[in-house]
T-cell receptor
Framework: NAGVTQTPKFRILKIGQSMTLQCTQD?????MYWYRQDPGMGLKLIYY???????DKGEVPNGYNVSRSTTEDFPLRLELAAPSQTSVYFC???????????FGNGTRLTVT | QKEVEQDPGPLSVPEGAIVSLNCTYS??????FMWYRQYSRKGPELLMY????GNKEDGRFTAQVDKSSKYISLFIRDSQPSDSATYLC????????????FGKGTTLSVSS
């Protein structure tokens, strides 16, 4: 029972580099989310998707892009990494928006 | 006033103590209330899910919602060292399109 799987677990980027954070879920959930978690700041929603081909911005979308070509996968793209993007990134899914979220174990990203 | 307020702690208690964790909120439209537990370097996991006002009990955990005071609580009885984690409250309104709003989390440490 994998649930939500995120890769990689850790990554160090130099300023200006790009990368894709991978997220896949095996629960056939329509809704998927990307959050970032900074110390003392709680979880902030970056982007979400209500189904394949449909995505929308959350509270802090600047500097990120997403795509949703399948129900299972929801990758998050950083095009020009900046130190302000140093954070822990969590992917989550739910059966419908607002119902309990199932989280992955996060990707710890450091941009130097 | 922030939508959801949660004291970050840290809260330190001896094993066997009763723990009370709380959140206040400002949006009277919130109807769904959740508590997530997050261990260090892991993703949040759903602990309790309640709708509208009232109490819900699950083993050593009890969730209370007081909509008139815009106040929710999580009680942990007979606390164990394994309860040491960060606890996040989360809530949303009734409409399908509204987002889940998280508190910043309270860090709990239970010493043996």
């Amino acid at each position: 029972n994998a649930g939500v799987t995120q890769t990689p677990k850790f990554r160090i980027l130099k300023i200006g580099q790009s990368m894709t954070l991978q997220c896949t879920q095996d629960m056939n959930h329509n809704y998927m989310y990307w959050y970032r978690q900074d110390p003392g700041m709680g979880l902030k929603l970056i982007y979400y998707s209500v189904g394949a081909g449909i995505t929308d911005k959350g509270e802090v979308p600047n500097g990120y892009n997403v795509s949703r070509s399948t129900t299972e996968d929801f990758p998050l793209r950083l095009e020009l990494a900046a130190p302000s993007q140093t954070s822990v990134y969590f992917c989550a899914s739910s059966a419908e928006r607002g119902s309990p979220l199932h989280f992955g174990n996060g990707t710890r990203l450091t941009v130097t | 006033q922030k939508e959801v307020e949660q004291d970050p702690g840290p809260l330190s208690v001896p094993e066997g103590a009763i723990v009370s964790l709380n959140c206040t909120y400002s949006n009277s439209a919130f109807q769904y209330f959740m508590w997530y537990r997050q261990y260090s370097r892991k993703g949040p996991e759903l602990l309790m899910y309640t709708y509208s006002s009232g109490n819900k009990e699950d083993g050593r955990f009890t969730a209370q919602v007081d909509k008139s005071s815009k106040y929710i609580s999580l009680f942990i009885r007979d606390s164990q060292p394994s309860d040491s984690a960060t606890y996040l409250c989360a809530m949303k309104g009734p409409q399908a399109g509204t987002a889940l709003i998280f508190g910043k989390g309270t860090t709990l440490s239970v010493s043996s």
